[in-house]
């Protein structure tokens, strides 16, 4: 195992090394979500989110549906659905025990990400579960979010990685298929071929 030899362990090592913060990065945060952060949250088809649970063990989820998918109930207020998936409910999990949760939004060919924290509460009120139905289908629960803070992030990061300049995107070849993994990791008995045959069904009948 790695062991570090020089660790950063104060806040005036950090600043020495990082300069001081920027004004425009500490102005930028605001307590809810203005007309800026709405158009760009109704425009975001994916998002991650993190959570953390009483221990202190952090879970970080994406979650993706049609742009919009992600409700503005009011400017303090978004709801965010649950889909079908691998029901371990991580997320859910961590808010009953710690509310907090901290939300990247990410728009396709935008370079910018805007970041929401905040507390979030687990619903299954049937009015707010009717409108984000999609294909006729309602998820069974929403997790609703209380705004604390609300902030446009700049580019840098997306214009390092390349991420959409298929151009700059490294190759794929060689990287274990996830059936690949899910037999590894999980030590399963079932043979490869039909782990691959359930993940096919699933992306096919269990969207929503």
């Given amino acids: 195992m790695y062991q570090p030899r020089s660790v950063v362990t104060t806040v005036a090592e950090i600043r020495a090394?990082?300069?001081?913060?920027?004004?425009?990065?500490?102005a930028k945060i605001i307590d809810h979500i203005d007309p800026?952060?709405?158009?760009?949250?109704?425009?975001?088809?994916?998002?991650?989110?993190?959570?953390?649970?009483?221990?202190?063990?952090?879970?970080?989820?994406?979650?993706?549906?049609?742009?919009?998918?992600?409700?503005?109930?009011?400017?303090?207020?978004?709801?965010?659905?649950?889909r079908l998936g691998n029901n371990r409910g991580d997320t859910f999990l961590n808010v009953l025990q710690n509310p907090s949760v901290a939300i990247v939004f990410i728009v396709p060919k935008r370079r910018e990400v805007v970041r929401v924290s905040g507390t979030a509460q687990i619903v299954t009120d049937d009015d707010l579960l009717e409108v984000m139905a999609v294909q006729g289908k309602r998820p069974d629960l929403a997790l609703v979010v209380t705004v604390k803070e609300a902030f446009f992030h700049c580019g840098k990061s997306m214009i390092r990685s390349g991420l959409w300049e298929p151009d700059?995107?490294?190759?794929?070849?060689?990287?274990?298929?996830?059936?690949?993994?899910?037999?590894?990791?999980?030590?399963?008995?079932?043979?490869?071929?039909?782990?691959?045959?359930?993940?096919?069904?699933?992306?096919?009948d269990r969207l929503y």
């Fill in 17 to 26: 090394l990082l300069g001081p913060v920027f004004e425009t990065q500490v």
């Fill in 168 to 204: 700059r995107w490294g190759p794929i070849d060689g990287l274990p298929t996830y059936a690949q993994a899910l037999k590894d990791h999980g030590k399963l008995s079932a043979e490869l071929p039909e782990i691959e045959q359930r993940i096919v069904n699933s992306e096919r």
């Fill in 36 to 82: 800026h952060c709405r158009a760009w949250i109704e425009r975001c088809p994916f998002i991650v989110i993190s959570s953390i649970d009483a221990t202190g063990a952090m879970d970080v989820s994406p979650k993706g549906d049609p742009p919009g998918f992600v409700k503005v109930l009011d400017r303090n207020t978004l709801a965010i659905p649950d």
